[in-house]
Every structure is written in structure tokens, then in C-alpha cells.
């Protein structure tokens, strides 16, 4: 009877035994991986805009403040996105002639809104408030990255549950108080930051890196002692933030 | 039952026999529970029974319901790669008061059959997503009713006329001008004689000078107004009584014993949601004192109220004047013909030794003698500026309806009309059957329809013109007690519709928009600052009339003879009225008072009529009028029903209005004739052999076991304060942790008084409202699917004709906190939160329904198919949708659905709350304690340093209760109202000796019966 399987068939079996129990070895932590890196999650990829709105320009060299345009960040749990009409609240009088700004003009003459492409994001199915944040005292570069220094927005941080967790778990690993200035709620120390940026104060390690976008959370012993001492100051109720309903519902 | 449910006879004498004779009491549900058939059993032990195997399915199905869609959720990275970019809009300019995120709240007054109730509307980003009750406004005291939360489903129906239509063509509002000012300019000749004018009842101010101004330029016009189910008995009644016609309200909060006459004052009846309250507050125990009122129900159809009542007498609907003569004899006002019951013996000392605070109602299904006899007896009482106030009649236009719609009749048929226009009303529909409305219509040169639907009237007119819903128009209205509120739109109008006001202004030749029309209304009135403090409050100050002192003058009516032999009774649906909210989803699966069919009408009767004549629920009936017309439906038997008579219901079998509309339940006006409006008799009913089955919700979620309801009288109370049942177990030992999490901080639960909830189903809608829960259909309620988060159940007490108890007790999730749907879980979807809260993820849950399986109350509801997004009534496109473009604006043909699926459910998805996760199939839900409401209370609270107040947090059901049963908060805090209602001795926890230790507790539900009169 003539063999259906010529030798070298081994061989394939052998070697497709070998891939079979190697395969999910390589792939699983492939696949992890790449769902971690910026391929997926676009940090620091930046997003071409129909406008090409510089942070760095209006936020850093001219100084205006997060709020002007994001209005209700301190309100609700949108932070807003501004109107065409803050837009044109300076460049009515400012650029009026420039190419670049055209489709704003366009649009506040037509009344139809600009698209922008949507950088930051959480999946639909966590409901995300800003405002709560903001008066903890967690400052807009620790989630959004160097804002001040983006030419073209990029997304700051992955926003997985994995990195919201590892300050809900634990958010005495973020929450520190301006010693100089120990009066300031947290929410006034959010913007004081940017105040004490702006004039060329000194600043401590931590601040720079907050601002950088390189916070990533404190180990230190000592740091982590104060920030559970300001949990209790500020009653937060550490256990609860970890709920599921917090964030899905 | 569901599609596939065997039904065997039930035998009604086994089980009368099995209810009779029993010791302690015994709470059932339904019939087939008595019976302890098969069937029943069937759904005790399974919540789906008759499921499909999978091994039922052929091979394509089960691929197809395996394949799940991908997931791209999580893969950001896919964006813009194989996925659109998403995109984020922010406004050109943007509103000063909208902080996007935040709902805004705008004071309106919605029209009910004409009188206004003042409501809030939430509103998020420009679209209106809630209705909620105005605290100042004083009949809605900041609750509402079930049809009021469905109001705004129907401001987003896709079934909503959308364009002006000339016959089936459409057509402009500018064309429909033209024509009407070239025909009313030829009328001005004439001084208006071939013109009339047909509202329904108008309560508006603004609308009845308007029309007060048509008709002084065309003085020989007239004014008709028609409404199928109005308040011609009440108002021909105080006409009788007082030679002219008052409004009379009710103060139900000074009235020690009120006697209803086949009332049902809780729910129907313009200032039903304040008689519910005052009727509450009476009862309301602990505020009380210990103290109750008293109400004796004469009812000729179980009623809410007659549920709620402390006696309760089913009678025939024409006997019930005989026991209102019986009354007045008894005090002295009519000579008393023939023996007296000892039970009204009782009932007219008990309100001889109340003078003052008593009341007696007559039910506007009962004929205008009845009501001028209660005026009567009221002043003998001295009710009168008491618990009886009269004012100056709180709405316009003809005092009579029947005798308006018959004049229009007779002129049309004359050949007299030219001109008819007609606002709202659907006569064609709702018209006597004798004065065949339709054919009569035809003989009109012009006909002229302003309406929210193209329905049976529009498809017979010549012009329909589409008008706005409340929560688009501006105007006024006044409430029950004449107060007026102004309504103000919450979005600009959706389609190309115009309010009753601007049509008018356009007929008057003052095309105001509705807002000038309303601004300059009120120039003098409201001056300045006085205008936005009536929008911002939602009641214009003032307008109260004061109470009047007034005597009867007429002589005591005669008391029409009661029907012999079979009574047919005539009334209105309590869910969708006289056909007008037909194609309200919403209002269509909820589950009608006490016999909690859905989405069809029946011809309800007694058990021992179903008996006599060889029928039970669910067979196919005829009925039959000895004068030739017939209709048919399926029947339904229900316990308390008076014995010698039916009762059917208006508003259905509808053949235009909307797709869930038409082809709902079967029609019921040809047989309502001028004659006989309310009731008839010289009818038969007989079998038709065949089944037409009944979607009904009663032996849905049954709870398996005992302790479920607790009831008892004021008497009984005193012997044993916590209404206990003798079997009553205590939860065992239980192996785990007493404690469930060791947190300080606010520990959420609930109080449901079983005493003051009169089962009115206002939560059930509310729920639905704020948690964008679905409507599934007729065939997936057949199934037990329907979604309603918190469900109303209804436990009878006592024999099977006539109950001596009936029990209202809404059931949502529990909040156990030890929950047997957590550890069972094998995703870790539903899982406890510090604060107490059973948490419902629904991003983790894959849809194993082992949760569901393990609640013993049944609460958990399972989306079995993507209901939201595959509403099946809008994937029924017949035909490509016409359109026609006029000018820059593209119109589609309205009436029977033709619009696409996206366009219908695109209007829908504007309605849904943005605080709420939409869910889509294979996912299970329940009710989350409103946690959106929890969550932003506690972010507010938070944000400005301190701790959340008692009451701060109200969810959805306890905001929209009219009664104020429901009680949420904190029940960790000793002083809050609902530990202080947990601590009360008529507390009870259900199935308590299943040691779920649930959060929600329930308050015993007590009677007050009159000792003097026998069981």
C-alpha cells in the first residue's frame, strides 16, 4: 500500500507540535503587549486636528488658563470642549487674516461646528467626572500628559481601568500638598501649579515630573504617610473608590 | 400565559372551595395559583418556562446566535485605522446656561384631557429626557402619574404627524394659508354661518379668548367641543343642582369618612395625583398618629381606589344610583323607597357622625342625577367649604359635549357645515356609534384637522395640520382647582408643527408665533419681573379662585332605573383613556390596574358570570347588543368584578394613529351609543370558541414563599403590632461575617409603605423614563420578558368572587446584602458595593442568568434580544418612504410607519438619559437604587465639603409616588426617615427567613374597616 505521508511529514508534525505549544507562549504576551503600547493605546501619537490648535501656543507661551476653553471642567463631568465663539473671542481682533484660522471663521459665519477628532477617551462604558477629580487635587497633566507642551494634542496616558485603578486602589500614592502654600485646597493647588510654572518658581521633583507627564505614582514611604494623612484630612473614603458603580453604571 | 402554555379548564367551584374555609389569611395572585395547575407550577419553579433547548435549533440559527459581533471596545488602536475616527462637536455658540453634563430644569404644565398639571422638565442638551412633578404646583406636589411620564415618549413617536398633509398629499403650511384665508374670507360674507369650530375641553385661557375673538368675527359660527370620556355627568349634574355649573374640587386631607360612588378618584379624575397625597396623609400611620381615614368604595369595576378602600361593594354601574338615593334617604332628603341594606344603614351613620368631615364622590362614569344628589347630601353633611369646595367653572366652551358633538351632527348632515375645523379631537374614532360621526363628516365642503396624529379623523379630512406636544409649544393651562400654569417648550418643535394657538392666530389673521401670542396674553398680568417668576415657579400666582358659597336649589333628581338583566359598562382605558395614548409603548406594556394585561383590552367579568356562561381568561367572546351591533374579544375573569355585568374598554382596535396603535385590542365604540354613554344593557355574551390570548403580567416573578404580604385592620394592628403571620419564621443563623464591609460612610436602603401605595404604576413609568428601559412587545411579555425594572404585584385576599382584600406591593431589586446573585456570578458582574449598593456591570456580564436564577424575588430581567436598537415595529417598512422635497426642506409621508428603522430609532435614542448605560442583548439588569442620581448627589456633596442630606437623594420611583410610599436614604444614619420607617413594628423584610437581609423593607398594609359592619 503506498504511504499517504511521505517522511518528511514527521518532520511537519513534530515541528507543528512544538509551534502549537509555543504559539500561545509567544502570542498571549504578544498580544498583551501590543495592547499596552501606543499602537493601541495612541499615547504620545499625535492627532492630526482640522485645525491645527497648538497647546503649547495658547496654553504656555500666552499663558491662558485650562479653564477659558474648558469651562466646565470644575462643574460636571464634562470638562468641555470650547464653542467656536471662544475661539473667536480673540481671534475675531487677533490673525484675523490667517489661512490656518479660516474654518473657524467659517464656522462662526455659517453656524456650523468644527469636528475635531476626539483625542482623549474612555471606553462608553465608564462614566468618567472630571469635576470630582479636579477638586481632589489631581492635576490635568497627571491624567493628560505635558498638555503645555504639545504642539498637536496627543492622548497623555492609556486611560485602561489598570491605570485608573492603581490610584483609585491606592490615592495616597498621588495626593500631595504644595508646602509652601499649605491654605490652597486641592483644587486651587491643581491651577496654583500652573501659576508657580508660569512665573519660573522653583519647583520640587514631583512637581516637574506632574507637569512633564512623567507621574506615575509615589512609592516612597515617607510621601505615601503624607498622602494618607491628607485622605483622612480631606475624608476620602479610599475603600469606595475601587466600587464598580463609581465608574460603571 | 405564553405562546406555548397548555391551557386546561380551570374549575372556578375547586377553586372557590379551596379559597373558602381556610384558616389565617391567604394571599393569591391569580387564579391558576389557587389552582396549583400543572401549568402554574410550571412558572413557580422556572422564571422562562417553555425556553428553547439549543438542541431545538437547526444549525444556521445556532451559528447565527453564536456569533458574537466583535468587540472593538477595547481596540483603541483600530480607530481611524479600519474604524472612523470619532469625532467630538462642541457648539458655534453655546447656551450661557448649559454646562454640558448637567441637566437643566424647565417649569411647564402638561394638558390631561384638557386641565393642566404642573411639571419640571429635565432637560439635557437641548432635548427634554424626564417629566417630573412640580412641588409648587398644587396638584402635582412634585409627583406625577404614570400617563404623565409617558407624555414624553410621545413627543419623540416617530408615528407623530410630521408635515401638513392635503389629503394624502403633502403639503405646506404656506399652501394650507392660502387656502384657509381665501375660504374665511368668503365666510366673513356670511358672518361665519357655515363655519365651525370643534375642540376638545379647553382649559386654556390663551386658547378661549382665541377662540372667543374667531367668533366674534364670525358670529354665527359656533364652538363645539367633544371629549369620549369628559365631565358632561358632572357638569349637567351641578347645573342641577346649583342652576349653573361650578367646579368642585375635593380636600381629601380634612375628610374622616369619604364615600365613593364608583370614583376612582386616586387615578382618573383631574386632581387625582392631590387626592392621592391628602388621601395618603390620612392614612400615613406614623405621621398620623395611629389615626386613619376611612373610605367605603361602591365600585362597578375594581378600581385602584376600591383596592385601597376599607369596604369595598361590587355592584352593576346603573345600581349605584340607588345606593346614592338610598344615602340621601337615610339623611332625610328623599323619601327612602324600599329596605335599606344594613350595610348603608352603617355607612350613612358613620358619615351623620362626621358631619364636616365627610365625603361623598360620585364617580364620573356615573349619570349627572347621581352627581347633583351628592351635592346634596354633601351640604346636608356640611361638607360644604370643608372637604367640598366649589369654584367658577374651570374650563370653556359648551357645557355639554354630547349635546355639541349631536348639534355638529345635525348641522353637518344639514348640509350646513362649509367650514369645519377641528383641534385635536378624533370624533371619528371616539364618536357615539348612533351618530355615525364619519358619514356625516364626508358632508362638510372643507374639513380642517390640527392634530398630534394623522389618525381616523385626518385620514377623513381634507387638511391635516401636524401640532406640537406640550413640551414643545408655549401657552397656559388651568389645573383642577382653576390655578394656571404657563407651558414652556423644553426643544424647539421637532417636525414642521405649530401649537393650537398659532393656528388659531393664523385663522385669525394674527399669525403670532405662540410665544407672542402668550407674552402679550399676559402683558398686563404679568408684568416685568412677575413673567419669569411664573415661568421659573411654574404656577402663576393669583389665579386660585377662592372657594364659593353656594346652597342647592334644584329639586332631587330622579335616580335612572338600574339596567336588568346584563350590564355592558363603558370606560375608559386607566393607561391609554379614550384611544388617545393607544400608541404610547410605554403605556401599552404596562401592565393595567389589577388585571395586569398588557397591550390589549378585555371583556372582563365576574367569575361566576364566566362560569354561567361556560367561558374563562383568555377564551374569544362575542358581545352582542339586542339593537344589532356586535364586537369580540377575549375575556377575563376577574375576582371583585360585580356579578351580573361586564366591563370593557375604550380606546382600542384603532386603525390609523400609529403601528403599536393599530391592531391593539378590539374597538369597543360602535357599541357606545348617545343613550347609553356609560353602560347599556340588552346585550348577550357568547363563545366563539377558539382563544385570544392575553398578554398578562400576573404569574410573572412569582416570589416562592410566605411572609410576603403583610396586611391586617386598625384592630388587629393593636393586637399585634407588627401584623406578623402565625407562620412567620425569623432568618437563620447565618455562617457568614455579620457585617458585609466594615466603611463609615452612608449605607443606602429603602421603605415601600404597603399602606399608602394605591398601585397607581407611576413608579413603574418613572423607572422606565430615567433607565431607558425597552418596550419588548405583546409576544415577549407572552414570554415573561418584559423589562420593567420594578414591577407591581397584586395579592388578593378572601374568596374568589369577592375579595375582601386586595394588596398593592411594588418589588424592585432588593439590595440584599447578602445577595445570593453575587457569589453565583462567574464573571463578577454583579458584585457589592461599601455603600451597600448591588451593582449591575454591564460591561462585564456574558449573560449566564445564573444571577436571575438564584434571586428568590425575581427581580432581575434578562435582555434577550437587542431591544433597544431592534424595535421590530420600525423594521416593518412596506414600501420605500415617499418624500417630497418643498424648497430646501426634504418631507416623508406620515401615518403607518414608512419611515427606515434609523430614522424612527434616532428619534428614540434622543429620549433616553444620558446618565444611563443603554444596554443591548445578553445583558441582565435590574434596578440600581438610581445609582446616576447616587453618584452625582455624592459627587455635589463631595465637591462642597460636606455629607449628603436626608432626602437629598430621591430616586426615580420615589419621586414620581403621588403618595409618598416609597422612602429612600441613608440607613445607617439613626435619624433619616427611613431608619426611622426600618425601626417602625410594622416593618418587615420579605422572605426574611432567607437570610438575604435585603435593604428594602416594607410597612404592613392596614385597614380601617367599620366595626359595626359585618365582613
Known amino acids: 500500500m503506498p504511504q499517504i505521508f511521505k517522511p518528511a511529514a514527521n518532520n511537519y508534525a513534530r515541528a507543528s507540535l512544538i509551534a502549537g505549544a509555543l504559539a500561545p507562549l509567544l502570542i498571549g504576551p504578544a498580544i498583551a503587549a501590543l495592547s499596552r503600547s501606543p499602537a493601541n493605546t495612541k499615547v504620545q501619537v499625535p492627532l492630526n486636528q482640522p485645525i491645527p490648535f497648538s497647546h503649547q501656543h495658547h496654553a504656555w507661551e500666552l499663558g491662558i488658563d485650562c479653564r477659558y476653553c474648558h469651562t466646565s471642567v470644575e462643574k460636571s463631568s464634562y470638562a468641555g470642549l470650547p464653542p467656536t465663539e471662544t475661539c473667536m473671542s480673540c481671534h475675531s481682533q487677533i490673525w484675523t487674516n490667517s489661512p490656518l484660522l479660516e474654518p473657524i471663521r467659517q464656522s462662526y459665519e455659517t453656524g456650523t461646528p468644527i469636528k475635531w477628532n476626539l483625542v482623549n477617551k474612555t471606553p462608553e462604558f465608564v462614566y468618567f467626572n472630571h469635576s470630582i477629580h479636579v477638586d481632589r487635587g489631581v492635576n490635568c497633566n497627571i491624567c493628560h500628559g505635558p498638555v503645555q507642551n504639545m504642539h498637536i494634542t496627543f492622548k497623555g496616558n492609556s486611560f485602561q481601568m489598570a491605570w485608573c485603578l492603581q490610584c483609585h486602589r491606592a490615592p495616597e500614592r498621588y495626593l500631595y500638598q504644595d508646602k509652601d502654600h499649605p491654605e490652597l485646597t486641592p483644587r486651587q493647588q491643581v491651577f496654583n501649579l500652573y501659576w508657580k510654572y508660569q512665573a519660573g518658581d522653583k519647583l520640587t521633583l514631583r512637581e516637574s515630573e506632574i507637569l512633564n507627564g512623567e507621574w506615575e505614582g509615589d512609592d516612597n514611604t515617607q510621601d505615601m504617610k503624607e498622602g494618607k494623612d491628607l485622605l483622612a484630612k480631606y475624608g476620602v473614603k479610599v475603600q469606595q473608590l475601587a466600587d464598580c458603580s463609581v465608574c460603571h453604571r | ?1015
Open chain 2, 1 to 1015: 400565559m405564553d405562546n406555548e402554555t397548555k391551557q386546561g379548564r380551570l374549575d372556578l367551584d375547586a377553586i372557590r372551595a379551596k379559597l373558602t374555609g381556610k384558616s389565617g389569611k391567604q394571599y393569591w395572585r391569580s387564579l391558576e395559583q389557587v389552582a396549583e395547575t400543572e401549568e402554574f407550577q410550571l412558572w413557580l419553579e422556572d422564571e422562562f418556562p417553555h425556553r428553547r433547548s439549543l438542541l431545538d435549533i437547526d444549525r444556521r440559527s445556532f451559528l447565527k446566535f453564536m456569533g458574537a459581533s466583535l468587540a472593538f471596545a477595547g481596540l483603541a488602536g483600530c480607530r481611524s485605522v479600519f474604524m472612523d475616527q470619532e469625532k467630538v462637536v462642541p457648539y458655534v455658540k453655546m447656551p450661557e446656561e448649559m454646562v454640558v453634563g448637567k441637566p437643566l430644569y424647565y417649569a411647564s404644565a402638561i394638558p390631561l384631557l384638557g386641565y393642566g398639571v404642573g411639571v419640571l422638565v429635565e432637560q439635557h442638551e437641548g432635548r427634554p429626557t424626564k417629566i417630573e412633578g412640580n412641588p409648587d404646583h398644587p396638584e402635582s406636589q412634585g409627583s406625577t402619574s404614570a400617563i404623565i411620564q409617558a407624555s414624553i415618549l410621545q413627543m419623540y413617536d416617530p408615528d407623530r404627524s410630521q408635515v401638513a398633509m392635503q389629503g394624502t398629499d403633502i403639503s405646506t403650511w404656506e399652501e394650507f394659508k392660502k387656502v384657509i384665508l381665501g375660504v374665511l374670507t368668503k365666510q366673513k360674507a356670511a358672518a361665519g354661518a357655515g363655519i365651525r369650530i370643534l375642540t376638545e375641553t379647553v382649559a386654556s385661557p390663551l386658547i378661549a379668548d382665541q377662540i372667543g375673538d374667531f367668533l366674534k368675527m364670525f358670529p354665527a359660527a359656533t364652538w363645539h367641543s367633544w371629549d369620549a370620556t369628559g365631565r358632561d355627568n358632572a357638569r349637567a349634574g351641578s347645573q342641577g343642582a346649583y342652576g349653573k355649573v361650578v367646579n368642585t374640587t375635593y380636600d381629601l386631607s380634612k375628610a374622616d369618612v369619604i364615600v365613593s360612588l364608583d370614583a376612582d378618584f386616586l387615578l382618573g379624575m383631574p386632581g387625582s395625583l392631590r387626592y392621592a397625597r391628602d388621601f395618603a396623609d390620612g392614612r400615613r400611620l406614623e405621621a398620623t398618629g395611629g389615626k386613619m381615614n376611612r373610605l367605603y368604595q361602591f365600585e362597578s369595576f375594581p378600581t385602584i381606589t376600591g383596592a385601597s378602600s376599607d369596604h369595598r361593594w361590587a355592584m352593576k354601574a346603573s345600581e349605584i344610583g340607588g345606593v346614592a338615593a338610598m344615602i340621601a334617604g337615610g339623611l332625610g332628603l328623599v323619601p327612602t323607597a324600599g329596605e335599606v341594606p344594613d350595610h348603608i344603614q352603617k355607612v350613612v351613620a358613620d358619615l351623620q357622625a362626621h358631619q364636616g368631615s365627610s365625603l361623598v364622590i360620585p364617580g364620573d362614569h356615573q349619570p349627572a342625577a347621581v352627581h347633583q344628589l351628592c351635592h346634596a347630601i354633601n351640604e346636608k353633611l356640611g361638607n360644604n367649604g370643608k372637604t367640598v369646595l366649589h369654584g367658577p367653572r374651570v374650563d370653556f366652551g359648551p357645557e355639554n359635549q354630547l349635546e355639541s358633538l349631536t348639534q355638529l351632527t345635525d348641522a353637518l348632515n344639514q348640509h350646513k357645515v362649509e367650514l369645519l375645523l377641528i383641534f385635536g379631537a378624533n370624533p371619528v374614532y371616539t364618536a357615539p356609534a348612533d351618530l355615525k360621526f364619519a358619514d356625516a363628516l364626508g358632508k362638510a365642503k372643507l374639513k380642517v384637522r390640527h392634530g398630534q396624529y394623522f389618525d381616523e379623523t385626518s385620514d377623513k379630512c381634507d387638511w391635516h395640520l401636524p401640532q406640537t406636544h406640550f413640551l414643545e409649544e408655549w401657552g397656559d393651562i388651568r389645573a383642577y382647582d382653576g390655578t394656571v400654569s404657563l407651558i414652556q417648550p423644553a426643544i424647539a418643535p421637532l417636525f414642521d408643527s405649530k401649537s393650537q394657538s398659532e393656528m388659531l392666530g393664523i385663522l385669525l389673521g394674527v399669525p403670532l408665533s405662540s410665544y407672542d401670542a402668550l407674552k402679550n396674553a399676559y402683558k398686563t398680568k404679568l408684568p416685568g419681573k412677575k413673567w419669569d417668576i411664573a415661568l421659573n415657579s411654574g404656577v402663576v400666582e393669583n389665579t386660585t379662585p377662592g372657594p364659593v358659597a353656594i346652597s342647592v336649589t334644584g329639586a332631587a333628581p330622579q335616580i335612572p332605573a338600574p339596567v336588568s338583566g346584563l350590564e355592558v359598562s363603558f370606560r375608559e382605558c386607566p393607561n391609554i383613556v379614550d384611544g388617545r395614548y393607544a400608541n404610547s409603548g410605554w403605556l401599552q406594556e404596562l401592565p393595567r390596574p389589577l388585571t395586569k394585561i398588557t397591550w390589549d383590552n378585555a371583556i372582563h367579568m365576574s367569575p361566576s358570570k364566566a362560569q354561567e356562561l361556560g367561558l374563562q381568561s383568555e377564551d374569544h367572546a362575542e358581545v352582542a347588543l339586542s339593537t344589532g351591533e356586535k364586537i369580540d374579544g377575549g375575556v377575563w375573569v376577574m375576582p371583585g368584578h360585580p356579578k351580573d355585568a361586564i366591563t370593557i374598554h375604550l380606546g382600542y382596535g384603532r386603525t390609523k394613529g400609529g403601528t403599536i396603535a393599530e391592531g391593539a385590542g378590539f374597538d369597543v365604540y360602535p357599541l357606545r351609543k348617545s343613550a347609553s354613554m356609560l353602560y347599556t344593557g340588552g346585550a348577550t355574551v357568547k363563545s366563539l370558541g377558539g382563544s385570544y390570548g392575553l398578554a398578562t403580567t400576573q404569574i410573572h416573578h412569582e416570589m416562592d414563599g410566605k411572609d410576603i404580604v403583610r396586611s391586617g385592620t386598625l384592630a388587629e394592628l393593636k393586637g399585634n403590632p407588627t401584623l406578623q403571620p402565625e407562620d412567620y419564621e425569623k432568618a437563620e443563623i447565618s455562617m457568614y461575617p455579620d457585617e458585609v464591609f466594615d466603611y463609615d460612610g452612608p449605607q443606602w436602603g429603602m421603605t415601600i409603605d404597603l399602606n399608602t401605595c394605591i398601585g397607581c404604576n407611576a413608579c413603574v413609568t418613572a423607572c422606565q423614563a430615567e433607565n431607558n428601559i425597552s418596550v419588548v412587545g405583546k409576544d415577549q411579555v407572552k414570554r415573561a420578558r418584559e423589562l420593567h425594572w420594578i414591577r407591581m404585584d397584586r395579592y388578593y385576599v378572601g374568596g374568589l368572587d369577592e375579595p375582601t382584600e386586595t394588596v398593592h406591593q411594588p418589588v424592585m431589586c432588593q439590595h440584599c446584602e447578602k445577595a445570593p446573585c453575587e457569589p453565583v456570578c462567574p464573571v463578577g458582574a454583579t458584585v457589592h458595593s461599601h455603600e451597600g449598593l448591588n451593582q449591575m456591570v454591564y460591561n462585564r456580564c456574558v449573560g449566564t442568568r445564573y444571577c436571575s436564577n438564584n434571586c428568590p424575588y425575581k427581580v432581575r430581567r434578562f435582555n434577550y434580544l437587542n431591544f433597544s436598537d431592534n424595535q421590530s415595529q420600525f423594521m416593518d417598512v412596506t414600501f420605500d418612504a415617499p418624500t417630497k422635497q418643498i424648497g430646501d426642506k426634504k418631507f416623508t409621508i406620515p401615518g403607518k410607519v414608512t419611515q427606515g428603522k434609523p430614522h424612527g430609532i434616532q428619534l428614540l435614542k434622543m429620549l433616553n438619559n444620558p446618565d444611563v448605560t443603554v444596554r443591548g442583548r445578553g445583558i441582565m439588569v435590574k434596578c440600581t437604587y438610581c445609582v446616576q442620581r447616587i453618584n452625582d448627589s455624592r459627587i455635589e456633596a463631595k465637591k462642597q465639603g460636606r455629607d449628603i442630606k436626608d432626602g437629598e437623594i430621591v430616586t426615580a420611583c420615589e419621586q414620581a409616588c403621588p403618595t409618598r410610599a416609597i422612602v429612600f436614604g441613608n440607613v445607617a444614619d439613626k435619624e433619616s426617615r427611613v431608619s426611622k420607617l426600618r425601626a417602625d413594628k410594622r416593618s418587615y423584610l420579605l422572605l426574611e427567613n432567607l437570610n438575604t437581609r435585603p435593604r428594602t423593607s416594607y410597612l404592613g398594609r392596614v385597614r380601617n374597616p367599620n366595626p359595626e359592619i359585618k365582613a
